[in-house]
């Protein structure tokens, strides 16, 4: 018999996870909790429990000889799940509760870099509306401000005045828009430069870089317009070198794995560096306990070894085999419901892509209504296509998308131009 494993998550992460899962032929069968009504066409077994649900998601687990469960977002790790899922007697891929606050809260990673000597913009916390705003007074704009805590990708804003920044500021300490997540702040210096990720699987204190990608972030073209949880990604980055991905394991991720472990917080799981090359070197933006969203969608295509039994091995205590390929580019481009990342419309007819026979859908903010799907959320799919340049995979990526009627929705026509040099 395969392996049974379970993923928790319902976006187009979870999608790509469960698909890459699906093609070992040591895996028997995948369920996702709670999953989406387009994970079905790849064979996936959508399980109707939230994330949040862990007691349910045990039983579930047990009930139907699960081998292992894969975590896929951050909420459920930052409450525990693998920690529950441990003390059930099962084995969960991902951070315990300890490990994941690197990414629950800004000030806690700040503080690690800090005292492990890991390059990063300066700051200051805040949790006084008005000593708030005597700091911003006194530095330049561009400034970032953070919750501390997570706010689903609504947490970070980039300040171009100072009246913007004290507005900013006055609704997360004052007004309490984001509530508890916002209750904190951090304020840091704006870093300039080119940004780029480099996710790694982590156990203990063993690191094993991915590919690096890059994101797309804001919501129209030339990075105009605000942020959103990404609105497509390409991997591998041609304007990052194999040194600097050496660096950043070296300054960054390593450093932060073993001063995790120094702390009593050893990290298992994926470990994701979102980083920017500035004049001074290689920065840390932000840390995150798990793959990111809409990169995995990419860095999962580049990976030329069995995906489960890396996992399994990992989990297991074994060396895993882990193999890239080496030729090739991967890119995505996100589809967006109309009027996203502010209110958008629901219920948008999407395209057959059943005849596409050059690329991936991954679904995310759908649902089935009348047999056929439907739009349900804010970023609705991604399509994913590869190619021997990087060109050439934004060239099927889009005439995939140009081919099929997108109307209802929105997406961004220039996905992968920073790497693509005329």
Same mark, same amino acid.
């Given at each position: 018999?395969?392996? *049974?494993? !379970?993923? /928790? ?19 028997? $069968? ?30 579930? +687990?047990?009930?139907? *000889? ?32 300890? +490990? ?5 809260? $800004? ?6 870099? *800090? ?36 706010? +689903? ?24 828009? !984001? ?8 304020i840091e210096e704006f870093l300039c430069g080119e940004e780029f990720s480099l996710l790694a699987f982590v156990r203990g204190q063993e690191v094993y870089p991915m590919v690096p990608s890059q994101d797309h972030k804001r919501v129209f073209e030339q990075e105009l ?35 995790? +472990? ?19 070197? /290689?920065?840390?933006?932000?840390? *995150? ?20 039994? /890396? ?103 220039? /996905?992968?131009? $920073?790497?693509?040099?005329?």
């Amino acid at each position: 018999m395969g392996l *049974n494993i !379970l993923v /928790i998550g319902s976006g187009g992460r979870e999608h790509a996870i469960a698909q890459k899962f699906l093609q070992s032929s040591k895996v028997e $069968k995948v369920f996702c909790a709670k999953g989406n009504a387009g994970m079905k066409k790849d064979g996936i077994v959508s399980v109707d429990i939230a994330e949040d649900d862990h007691q349910a998601l045990i039983r579930f +687990a047990k009930e139907n *000889n699960v081998d292992w469960t894969f975590v896929g977002p951050e909420v459920p790790l930052i409450n525990g799940i693998v920690d529950e899922f441990t003390n059930a007697g099962l084995l969960a891929f991902g951070p315990k509760k300890a +490990a994941a606050l690197i990414e629950g809260s $800004k000030e806690f990673a700040k503080e690690l870099m *800090n005292t492990y000597n890991i390059p990063t913009a300066s700051y200051q916390t805040f949790t006084d509306f008005e000593q708030a705003k005597a700091y911003v007074l006194t530095q330049p704009t561009p400034i970032v401000i953070k919750a501390d805590g997570l706010a +689903a990708g609504k947490g970070v804003v980039v300040a171009e005045t100072v009246e913007e920044a004290i507005d900013t500021l006055k609704d997360m300490l004052e007004e309490c828009v !984001l509530g508890q997540s916002g209750a904190k702040v951090v304020i840091e210096e704006f870093l300039c430069g080119e940004e780029f990720s480099l996710l790694a699987f982590v156990r203990g204190q063993e690191v094993y870089p991915m590919v690096p990608s890059q994101d797309h972030k804001r919501v129209f073209e030339q990075e105009l317009g605000p942020n959103t949880g990404g609105m497509g990604a390409y991997a591998p980055v041609p304007q990052v070198s194999d040194e600097m991905i050496e660096e950043v394991l070296k300054t960054i991720l390593k450093p932060a794995v073993q001063g995790l +472990a120094a702390q009593g917080r050893a990290f298992s799981g994926v470990l994701y560096a979102g980083v920017i090359l500035t004049d001074t070197g /290689i920065k840390v933006i932000e840390f *995150n306990a798990r793959f990111g969203d809409p990169e995995t969608q990419v860095v999962l295509q580049r990976l030329e070894s069995d995906f489960a039994q /890396i996992i399994d091995d990992l989990l297991k205590d074994k060396q895993p085999d882990i193999r890239w390929k080496q030729d090739g580019f991967s890119l995505g481009v996100v589809v967006a419901a109309n009027g996203y990342p502010g209110k958008y419309t629901k219920e948008v007819s999407l395209p057959d892509f059943s005849e596409i026979n050059k690329g991936h859908v991954y679904y995310a903010g759908v649902k089935e209504k009348s047999g056929k799907l439907v739009s349900d959320g804010g970023r609705v799919y991604l399509v994913e296509a590869s190619g021997k340049t990087l060109k050439e995979a934004q060239k099927s990526v889009y005439s995939i998308l140009e081919n099929c009627d997108t109307s209802g929705t929105f997406y961004r026509k220039d /996905i992968g131009f $920073k790497g693509i040099k005329e």
